[in-house]
């Protein structure tokens, strides 16, 4: 039985060392092919019409003229006369043809004709939402020191001991604070090239999920997930909405199918924003009490959102967020709209629940006049997901970086430059991160290559590196030594890349393929080296006797003896069995700086912060690029990304990239990444990234705009007409 | 996109006898930045497209005896922006450099950045220019859409960055077409026009005409300024603009025009914040008042209150930077 560890930080070669990406050539240069640059021999180009409007019925479909088009080879209805469709966008038929401009001109001359039906797209107007009846109950719960006793009504006793905590209150906030729905906005829209190969579907799937969409394409078409060969080497984006084939991937299958030609069907711009995912909005009212030091007592709130057509929104669970004082009360209503159906959105409910709950906080910081920073750390007593002193010691280190103490001055206090004013603000934020499912082949061979087999994908983070890190780090090699495979259902299951779970699931079930082989091969050469097998280690491509490196055999003349036939053994960790390997729960610091200018309300990033503690780092160069990528994605959706509906028809009307607005990177500032490692963190072992730095960029900022003006702009993203919103309501433009 | 004809002429004439007279049936190619766009998503689906770029009369930048500078239509906007002659020419330096985009700058045209189509969701979503005549517009989602001159049923902004520019600094266009023989000089404010009825367009101009050049007096002692409110750093279209240009003798200001932009569905001329100039100094009271007068006409929808604030802002902004260069006379320098 082989015991598994991680070696000390000391010990390592690749291991927690800062490597460049191995397929950062191909990207740079364009050779790494992703799913939108797979073309096939004589594949047709499918392209699906969209439903205009956002809330219809279909009277009838007339193809004849589409199919008259040169060019085209073939139509499927998605949709039938008679179906009711709730959103905008959602595709109704498709079109293959020969050439893309055949599929759209053939598209372009289907003829549909809509029964129009009555649209609901305001998710921030809770009342006009419940006279529409639009709303379901979201859940909720309510906790209080005191406990009811026996002859206690529980509401009645709640309510009471409510009002009495905010009677004691030194301090009462009374707020309104929101976040609008956002698409994913993936820069590759989701999509596949598809072709059977004697009753085999070969699907080039642009997916987050290798290993487990064989079996949504398996299960649509009949067939077993063996049938299935589900392809993805790189993907553009997916930030939690391509875990499925979707109806599209299945119906390139049939297509494919049904004319005998591959068939590359990947969606329009318009269509990915419209369909290819969202994430929920959020609105809340909350009131809070704390006591004369600003530590907060009882916490009392409703919020409502909307997940699209079906209801859902953000989850009561996690409200408030991080902070979570000893009195609480919190109430959630969903609100259905016509729009499609949220997807996870890069740390599902987090961003959301950080955006509601932590601008509170600093609103009460406001009232007393005091350092928001203050605040925060009066609080971390209620803090939950990591140990209150790691968000502490963070919380210095981001101060100490962003120079916090010097810059502060109280909200609205700050000096002008003209019409500019600046200001500061902190967030903080946790996630769990646990090690998905993972396993892995090892493969080392009698001429001394070494070959790993994963199921796995790289969204983009790094995680071929890391596989290629850990497995040369475990046999003493170096990366070049070490081929790692990844990206084809056919390989060992991994799980899907979701929740921050791939690193820790790679780097277990690799590190545990590496040493079981490594114990293998000691086993076959300790007789040649006249020792026992477990006093060998493989260092700088030998493998010796501890304490006796003169004793020793090169890598390859160990592996010549393995005779023939590679040494082959495949390891697997299962998620929540124990494991030294790997662990959950991070903690997170952010803060920004900006400026904003009172007469035209545009917020301008000055500097950003982020300090992440993640256990143990196993690359610190693409975690860095992880954390500077969620900060960009966080400016994104706090300061430009906004989903509009047109309230008369439903349409997504800023479905473009041109009218979706994204920052650039002169949008961005200067933007400072602290990975926080010391061995109490690290000998956790390997917790996943992807999720916690992307939470709290949208409530920092916005405090830092608060903290600017003196004024809340309650709803993100701030766009210059919400800030001169605001700053009219309070009188001051 | 609908299949094409694609036509290449060498010269003027031959570029006329390829344009049909029918709306819709040709439409004309310089950068593409626009119009590939626009026929990917069948917003237009010309029959044929006649490409401009191949006619080297359209082309370049040349200084006239009188000292009026001449810029061919299809000149790249990079070397407009880096052309000697037109150093001085501030306000129209100031808005192509607020494109923000080595790309557009260097494929985009000068005559392409002013003939562009609006920038407005109804209309790229195939509503037509005049979505409101349903009340889409009003009734919509119109945060972006024009506070002025918005009473019909064309609700969208001009989508030129350098329209206004163009027009403070008294520039002229020259239009061939529809006759080989026919050739006209239109200020560039004659050029736009705010369609009103189906089957116009947001330019005077018939299918078969063709804006060749753009002529920009001698600058002389004229300040001029752009400024664009712009939420990003990237190429984003601004949220609203103005330029200004000034003339000022012993301190005064002799000589006005202001033009806003991203505003109404053509660049507006502010006649009101023009005479709220004229004669006065320039200071930061002087620049507020013409702001407040220009925007005295809006006429705000229900989601883009907010323009109007940044419009006056613009205009203010414009004027005192136009004014500070009037002053001394020399050339923006260049960042």
């Excluded at chain 1, 009753?199 to 064989?214: E, H, K, P």
């Excluded at chain 1, 280190?397 to 500019?420: C, E, T």
């Excluded at chain 2, 004229?222 to 990237?234: D, I, K």
Aim: a negative charge; one cysteine or more; charged letters at 20%.
């Amino acid at each position: 039985m082989v015991e598994y560890y991680w070696p000390q930080r000391e010990e390592t070669t690749l291991i927690g060392k800062p490597v460049d990406r191995l397929d950062g050539l191909e990207k740079a240069t364009g050779t790494a092919k992703y799913t939108y640059d797979v073309n096939l021999k004589d594949q047709l180009i499918a392209k699906a019409l969209g439903c205009p409007h956002g809330h219809c019925r279909i009277k009838s479909i007339d193809t004849a003229a589409a199919e008259a088009t040169p060019g085209v080879v073939h139509i499927e209805l998605l949709r039938e006369p008679g179906s009711e469709i709730e959103w905008e966008g959602e595709l109704i038929a498709v079109v293959a043809a020969d050439s893309e401009g055949a599929a759209v001109e053939g598209r372009s001359k289907i003829d549909v004709q809509y029964e129009t039906l009555e649209v609901f797209t305001n998710d921030e107007d809770l009342e006009a939402a419940k006279e529409a009846g639009r709303t379901t109950r979201g859940g909720g719960k309510a906790e209080t020191q005191r406990e009811p006793g026996e002859e206690d009504d529980e509401d009645e006793f709640i309510e009471d001991e409510i009002k009495r905590l905010f009677g004691e209150a030194a301090h009462v906030i009374e707020g309104y604070y929101g976040i609008d729905a956002i698409t994913h906005c993936c820069l590759e829209p989701h999509g596949s090239t598809v072709h059977w190969d004697n009753g085999r579907l070969i699907a080039y799937l642009s997916t987050q999920n290798v290993s487990g969409t064989d079996d949504g394409f398996a299960r649509d078409l009949n067939l077993t997930a063996d049938d299935v060969d589900v392809i993805c080497e790189y993907i553009g984006g997916g930030f939690g909405s391509k875990f499925a084939a979707d109806y599209w991937g299945i119906a390139a299958a049939r297509i494919s199918k049904q004319t005998g030609r591959p068939v590359k069907f990947m969606l329009d711009r318009d269509q990915e924003l419209k369909l290819g995912g969202n994430r929920p909005s959020g609105y809340i009212k909350v009131k809070l009490g704390a006591d004369e030091n600003g530590v907060v007592q009882i916490w009392d709130s409703e919020h409502w959102g909307t997940g699209g057509a079906n209801g859902g929104g953000v989850s009561h669970g996690v409200i408030p967020y991080v902070l979570s004082p000893p009195n609480y009360r919190r109430l959630a209503t969903n609100i259905k709209v016509n729009a499609a159906q949220a997807r996870a959105w890069r740390a599902p409910n987090h961003p959301q629940a950080c955006a509601m709950s932590q601008t509170a906080y600093d609103d009460l910081a406001a009232q007393m006049g005091a350092d928001s920073y203050d605040i925060f750390m009066r609080n971390l007593g209620s803090a939950q997901g990591a140990k209150p002193e790691v968000y502490a010691e963070e919380m210095k280190i981001a101060a100490r970086l962003m120079d916090w103490k010097a810059k502060w001055h109280a909200h609205g206090k700050g000096p002008r430059d003209g019409s500019v004013v600046e200001g500061l603000g902190m967030a903080l934020h946790t996630w769990g991160g646990t090690a998905n499912n993972s396993s892995c082949q090892l493969k080392i061979y009698p001429d001394g290559s070494v070959q790993s087999f994963c199921g796995t994908q790289d969204l983009g983070t790094g995680t071929r590196t890391v596989c290629a890190q850990v497995v040369a780090d475990t046999l003493g090699l170096s990366l070049d030594q070490v081929q790692v495979n990844i990206g084809r259902s056919t390989y060992p299951n991994s799980g899907a890349s979701g929740g921050s779970t791939t690193v820790g699931g790679v780097s277990e079930s690799h590190r545990r393929a590496a040493q079981d082989a490594l114990m293998k091969l000691f086993d076959q050469v300790a007789g040649a080296l006249e020792a026992d097998a477990g006093d060998l280690e493989a260092v700088d491509g030998r493998i010796r006797i501890k304490g006796s490196p003169e004793s020793s055999l090169s890598w390859k003349e160990a592996c010549s003896r393995l005779g023939l036939k590679p040494l082959e053994v495949t390891a697997s960790y299962q998620r929540g069995s124990g494991s030294p390997l790997s662990s959950s729960g991070v903690g997170g610091v952010q803060m920004a700086h900006v400026t904003v200018d009172t007469e035209t309300g545009v917020v301008k990033m000055r500097k950003f912060v982020a300090v992440q503690d993640m256990g143990l780092i196993v690359n610190p160069k693409t975690a860095k690029s992880q954390i500077y990528g969620a900060a960009i994605m966080g400016i994104a959706y706090a300061l430009f990304e906004q989903r509009k509906l047109d309230p008369a028809t439903g349409a997504f009307v800023n479905a473009e990239m041109a009218d979706y607005k994204l920052p650039r990177l002169g949008d961005t500032g200067q933007i400072i990444v602290e990975l926080y490692e010391p061995d109490s963190e690290r000998e956790r072992g390997v917790i996943g990234l992807g999720e916690p730095p992307v939470i709290s960029p949208g409530a920092a900022i916005s405090n830092a705009v608060c903290n600017a003006l003196g004024v809340r702009v309650p709803v993100l993203p701030l766009t210059p007409k919400r800030v001169l919103d605001a700053l009219q309501q309070a009188g001051r433009v | 996109m609908k299949s094409f004809e694609f036509a290449a002429p060498r010269t003027e004439a031959e570029l006329l006898r390829l344009l049909s007279p029918i709306p819709g049936h040709t439409e004309v190619l310089a950068g593409g930045t626009d119009l590939v766009g626009l026929m990917k998503k069948m917003v237009v689906t010309p029959e044929r497209v006649v490409n401009l770029m191949e006619v080297p009369s359209m082309r370049g930048i040349t200084i006239r005896p009188d000292g009026a500078i001449s810029i061919g239509a299809t000149t790249a906007l990079d070397e407009v922006l880096e052309h000697p002659y037109l150093a001085s020419y501030s306000a129209l330096l100031d808005a192509l450099r607020g494109i923000n985009s080595m790309q557009l700058q260097a494929q985009g045209t000068l005559g392409g950045e002013i003939c562009q189509r609006p920038q407005c969701w109804f209309f790229r979503s195939g509503q037509g220019l005049l979505a409101d005549r349903a009340g889409l517009v009003s009734q919509g989602q119109n945060e972006m859409q024009a506070i002025l001159d918005n009473a019909g049923p064309a609700k969208f902004v001009s989508g030129s960055r350098t329209a206004p520019a163009i027009a403070v600094l008294n520039a002229e266009v020259r239009v061939i077409g529809p006759g080989e023989a026919d050739e006209q000089w239109l200020p560039v404010a004659a050029l736009f026009r705010t369609p009103r009825k189906e089957g116009e367009r947001e330019t005077v101009l018939l299918p078969n005409q063709v804006v060749t050049h753009i002529v920009l007096p001698p600058v002389g002692n004229l300040g001029s300024a752009t400024y664009e409110v712009r939420q990003s750093e990237g190429p984003d279209y601004p949220l609203a603009s103005a330029a200004a240009a000034l003339r000022l003798e012993g301190g005064r200001v002799r000589e006005a025009r202001v033009t806003l932009g991203m505003v109404a569905p053509r660049p507006y001329a502010s006649q009101e914040a023009k005479r709220a100039l004229l004669g006065k100094s320039v200071s930061e009271e002087t620049a507020v008042a013409a702001g407040l007068a220009a925007i005295r006409d809006a006429k705000p929808l229900a989601h883009n209150g907010y323009k109007v604030q940044l419009a006056k802002v613009a205009v203010k902004r414009a004027i005192l930077e136009a004014a500070s260069r009037a002053a001394s006379s020399q050339p923006a320098v260049v960042a």
